[in-house]
């Protein structure tokens, strides 16, 4: 049995190191076929172990010195020795050595797997997307999720049921969440996008929940009737001719979105969760901060609000009822309605809105003061309808001012950011093609070193060019391109922090919306464009497919 042992050791020993001098460099192997020949020599096997380990200590110090001395040649060139061929003798290298070139590359890679790197990356990739969000994000929020459902965390699946992108999954974390924690049943009222169709589902269990857990809020029974209304408010839009009715006529003969308009206009508070849904954004993302700000952001985009057509239109209805009580002698009943029409406003106004419903409340204060101005004029109250008069002159003038602070707020914020959206782009673009083109020239020339191939000619030209000057220019870009990146990572920090407010939490959408502005994707996807690409890159064909024949005549000329 030792012998046997013995043997086993014995060959290994020798084995292995036969396999070294195959691969042994060709300058040093005379060292390894040394070892090797001192092996015969060696009786004991514990010995020719120790001896064939301290060979392959030799061996690998050879190739580490041949490593170091690959490294130190242009890319494309082996150990041939001697001068670098070039010209109509031979093929073209790069003027920099390997190792240069390695250094340059993996200083701008660097910079880019960083932290802030990788978050501008991910953000300009989900603009090129339309900020729609990818398969890694469901990925991501999936994997969240599993992990918020492990640790019984009932704030981080609100987050996910808020964000992901899918309607029945996007319930089924809603449904967790609230199980875990009833105090968030307001999720149910704050995920609806009509751009993509995504809602809460809410069932008729769910509505009854909501309104049981806030029933004091116009907000729980306003979502409620924009889900209900929606296709109506649709069908009405395709309607036409014969088959055309006023919207307010659809929408009234539906008593469901009647019923929970009315408990709208009557409900005390108006409260549209908006910040209660911001803050457990800004929770979750800074405890998981690798998750996709497209993701992150569109989610808190998505944030439900009444639909404002929907909300004039029974405005509409109930000045119009108002009026007809006022004509028939009730105006202590004409001025209840027109109250509640201009209440509901002035409550949305005062709210933590965002601007797009103050602008909604202002047109219900708007409308019902004029209700209340032409109740008046018809019954002689010419004084209170002076007053209202007044009254609406003011409104008229906040809504206008309101308007124009918006578009000034809005433009400053474009206009600081849109050069730096430019560029940011532009440096995203010219360095994911810098990192293409090094790729390929890279393989081009290793390729034809390692099957001896001489390529010569304009492909190899411009590839020993983009290694000599590509990785300095990848470097560059990379620079500028977390450098323009700087406001908005300075905005997601202050977000994640607790640092912004409403308003400027807006900014921050708006800064995200002038990036997706500036996408070159935008541009492909234009017609005009595309037709406009197609015909230069058809034109240029032509070109070279003209000159290459013209010069192909000239040679054949020169040689006769």
Known sequence: MATMRNSLLSRVAVQSMQWAVRVWPESSRQWGMAVLGEMGEIAEPGAALSWAAGGMLLFLRAMLAQFLQWMKLPVGLGFSGGALPSGNNGPQFPKHSRLATAVVLLAAV?????????????????SWRGFIPSQRDRQDLEELAAKAEKEQDARTLGFVALTYPDTDRGTHFADEA???????????????????????????????????????????????????????????????????????????????????????????????YFHRHQELVRETWKKAPGLSPGAVVIGLWSHSIPNGLQMQTYAELRVNQALKAGAAGNVKDAESILAEVTDLGKRMMASEAITFEQMVGLGLTKRGLEGYEKLYRANAQTKKADEIEAELREVETTTGARIHAYIDWREGIARGLRWRAVLLQAAAVLALLLAIGIGLSLL??????????????????????????????????????????????????????????????????????????????????DPYHQWLLATIGLAAIAVFVVVRGLLRLKGAAGRL
């Open 110 to 126: 660097t910079l880019l797997f960083l932290p802030t790197g990788r978050e501008a990356a991910r953000t300009v990739e989900a």
């Open 178 to 272: 609230v199980k875990l924690d009833p105090s968030l049943m307001w999720i149910y009222a704050s995920r609806y996008s009509y751009c993509c169709n995504v809602n809460m589902a809410p069932t008729a269990a769910r509505v009854k929940k909501l309104k049981s857990y806030d029933p004091d809020n116009a907000m729980v029974y306003l979502v409620n009737a924009s889900v209900e209304g929606e296709p109506l408010v649709e069908k009405a839009s395709k309607a036409t001719g014969s088959a055309w009715k006023p919207l307010s006529e659809a929408l009234a003969k539906n008593d469901e979105w009647m019923k929970d308009m009315e408990a709208a206009f009557h409900a005390p508070k108006y409260d549209n």
């Open 444 to 525: 081009l020339l290793e390729s034809s070193a390692a099957i001896g191939r001489k390529s010569r000619g304009w492909s190899r030209r411009a590839a020993c060019k983009l290694v000599d000057y590509g990785p300095a220019a990848f470097l560059v870009t990379s620079l500028t391109f977390l450098w323009s990146f700087r406001p908005i990572a300075a905005f997601f920090e202050q977000y994640r922090l607790g640092e912004l407010k409403s308003p400027e939490v807006l900014g921050m959408f708006w800064q995200l919306f002038v990036l997706g502005a500036a996408s070159p994707a935008l541009y492909f996807f």
